[in-house]
């Protein structure tokens, strides 16, 4: 099944006023961690940063659609459904300096000694995938109410991992909904350089399971759709769903869009390329759910949280000596030595 989910009037959905007003304050706090940690990058605060600007809707419906319990395997630009899941801004601007996820902080599930329903997002593409079916599947050995989210990019679909995970979860029933953000953009491919697919969604009936379109840009399709994934996903009927969103920046801090991108020749629809959070905003407006000062008084409580997250990413500096940790059970020699150099040469630097 194949499906674009349009704006309707808020009685028409199945969302109500206050998870409506959640969702917008949500995606201006998104909004705004996406502005300072750009900001943070272009002064040398953390090396590298990949924004998100444009697919808040996409992130946050999404994320909202989840249960509190349900598995979370995210990539690199998944900020996002990270922060409306309740992953702490500080944690993910300390993993931008070089710590650990999962650094012991407040309410950090390792920390607490809980298994962790947000994995590590993988930079690396489509890695995350196997692991989320293996999750889906050991949920579903232990009867496990509940079901493993796989974020993924456009791009990620032309990777091995992707089709093996796939393959995987029709053929074992694995409860997993796979999450597509559609961006238009693999790095610098379109996305018709990108795969001779009609679709993304189109990819799932290769392997027996069901694939769905929404639109990206609106939060409550995606909150929608995702949710109805989620209960396919428990009866044993995996879903990868395609959410049509747009990047409205450059892939990382270090690419310029400017060299590959001509937004007059994209050929996508004004629906696709406008802000979703100015769209959504607006729509709320109109539907009499929140009053003109909403928005701004979110930026500034935004704003402040961050001011309180960036001062705790800044209070400390990782170990170098770190990186080497988990590579290997017992490291052999040369890693051994490795570690004592960078150790000896951070050392000689204080």
């Not at 590590?120 to 579903?140: D, F, R």
């Not at 029933?173 to 610098?188: D, H, T």
């Amino acid at each position: 099944m194949h499906r674009v989910v349009g704006e309707r009037s808020l009685g028409e959905t199945s969302v109500e006023p206050d998870l409506a007003r959640t969702l917008l304050r949500e995606m201006v706090f998104a909004r705004v961690f996406d502005e300072r940690a750009v900001a943070l990058q272009r002064r040398g605060w953390m090396s590298g940063y990949p924004p998100f600007e444009g697919q808040e809707a996409s992130q946050v419906g999404a994320a909202r659609a989840l249960a509190d319990d349900d598995w979370l395997f995210p990539t690199y630009r998944s900020n996002a459904v990270q922060l409306a899941r309740g992953r702490s801004p500080a944690d993910i601007l300390r993993f931008r300096r070089g710590f650990s996820e999962y650094e012991p902080v407040d309410g950090d599930d390792t920390a607490a000694g809980r298994e962790p329903v947000t994995f590590t997002q993988a930079t690396p593409i489509a890695t995350q995938l196997p692991h989320a079916v293996g999750a889906g599947m050991a949920a579903a050995h232990r009867d496990a109410d509940r079901v493993a989210c796989a974020c993924l990019g456009d791009g990620a679909t032309s990777e091995g991992d992707f089709h093996e995970a796939l393959n995987f979860a029709g053929v074992f029933a694995a409860p997993v909904v796979f999450l597509c953000e559609n961006n238009g953009w693999a790095i610098s491919l379109p996305t018709d350089r990108q795969t001779a697919s009609e679709t993304i969604a189109g990819k799932a009936g290769a392997y027996g399971i069901e694939g769905v379109r929404v639109d990206g840009m609106d939060p409550l399709a995606v909150y929608e759709v995702v949710a109805e994934a989620r209960e396919s996903a428990l009866s044993g009927e995996p879903v990868l769903v395609e959410s049509l969103t747009y990047r409205r920046g450059p892939h990382t801090t270090a690419d310029d869009p400017d060299r590959y991108r001509d937004a007059a020749t994209e050929g996508l629809p004004e629906w696709r390329t406008a802000d979703p959070l100015e769209r959504y905003a607006d729509y709320l407006r109109e539907e009499g759910v929140v009053d003109e000062g909403f928005v701004a008084a979110a930026r500034e409580a935004a704003r402040e949280e961050l001011d309180e997250a960036v001062a705790a990413a800044e209070g400390s500096e990782p170990d170098p000596g770190d990186v080497f940790d988990h590579a290997y059970a017992a490291p052999p020699p040369r890693l051994r030595d490795q570690r004592r150099f960078v150790t000896e040469r951070d050392g000689r630097r204080e």
